[in-house]
């Protein structure tokens, strides 16, 4: 059973038991437009709660996407980097950044459900 | 760079046509301008090299430079005083790419000049528009009238479609050939129309009464090969075609030289020329032109997917060393698919397919200068 969260820097997080998978959201997708290429961590790598964790650019500009909880990279998509207009398609699916295993999971707390955030995109 | 970025943004005559069509806007040079269309960058551009592409750019500076001895020539000479370029020998109905030049050889502004045969036409950057106006009036009213068109809209329409489009509406289009420029009825409206762009496709640039813009625009967008083109895809368009943008790839700074626009600048206005000199920063871009310059503005590719972007710092190695120069216009192209951008860098490095890395977010990313433009032109020559 999953279940989803956001933040109010227009991420998601499936989470999984320990795991989070992060991408953003479609609202986020609107805001930026075509987006061209997508930068994401290594695998292994620590994050630590609002560090720069991937880069999102369109043909316009780049937007970092900041790790909404701290934790280690388990896992990246592979398909962004060979398609990165997934992220329009389909942002909220197929086109989910990194997976993370969660570090500290009073983290969570900090996090909106969908109610409240569709109230903040509102 | 924003002249007027304390003020309400201001509006072009077509304001109201962008909101209704969906155009995101945003503040560009003390104007609020349609960035995209809900087409989004990406399909606009594509749709401009393609088909064809009409965009919004009232904001631009458009003024007549009359002679006061009422000769066309009187008015090219004193223009002489303030670019490097040869005024006197454009002929009626042509257009010329020009920089207004300061005492140190920097660029004040680029624009284009055109000849309709009694006085001179002018097209001049948004946000340069008010200084560049201040500087003619301070220099040139001896000999001209400057009067600058501030009731008039500018649009261009530009892609392969362009002529076949244009031609509804204008019959003398299709004979006009590239940097043609002159009045003509569009529609029955008076506009002046020169056959020139900012993408490096054909196209044409048509001055149209604020009155009237609106109703024009409408009847070239009825066509089903046109769609409004905002900002974006122009910044985009342009970097592929190679073409400067004032303020940041061309500015105070750097002479024509530097910026690799020495074709714009005729021979009778260099060392040796009938006209040699007699422009501000003659010095300067003379000794430029006859000994070199130190460094040059170049095309450079990526060999990697990330777009280099403005600011991005220059090396001439994969780690260690100072920059060697530094990226002014860089991004996505999406004719090509892949990063594109230019920069300055030293003459000595400037050389086609020299391999640099650009500094992005901390990694040096391995680039090589490239030829421009990155997209063949399609001018009709």
New interface residues.
Partial sequence: MTTTLYTSDHEWLAIDGDTATVGITDYAQQQLGDVVFVELPKVGRTLKKAEAAAVVESVKAASDVYAPISGDVLETNEALAAEPALVNSDAQGAAWFFKIKIADKSELGGLMDEAAYKAHTA | MLAHNQDPPRRTPLHSLHVSLGGKMVPFAGYDMP??YPA????E?LHTRTQAGLFDVSHMGQIALRPKSGKVEDAAHALERLVPQDIVAIAPGRQRYAQFTNADGGILDDLMVANFGDHLFLVVNAACKDADEAHLRANLSDDCIIDALADRALIALQGPKAEAVLAKFCAAAPAMTFMDAGPHEVAGINCFVSRSGYTGEDGFEISVPASDAERLTRMLLDNPDVLPIGL??R??LRLEAGLCLYGHDIDTTTTPVEAGLEWSVQKSRRSGGARAGGFPGAEKILAHFDNGASRRRVGLRAEG???V?EGALLFADSAGGEPIGKVTSG??G?TLSA?VAMGYVPVSLSALGTKLFAEV?GQRLPLAVAAMPFVKNTYKR
């Fill in positions: 960035v995209q989004g960058v990406l399909k551009h974006g895809a910044d985009s997917r990330a777009p972007r991004g996505f999406p990063p977010r």
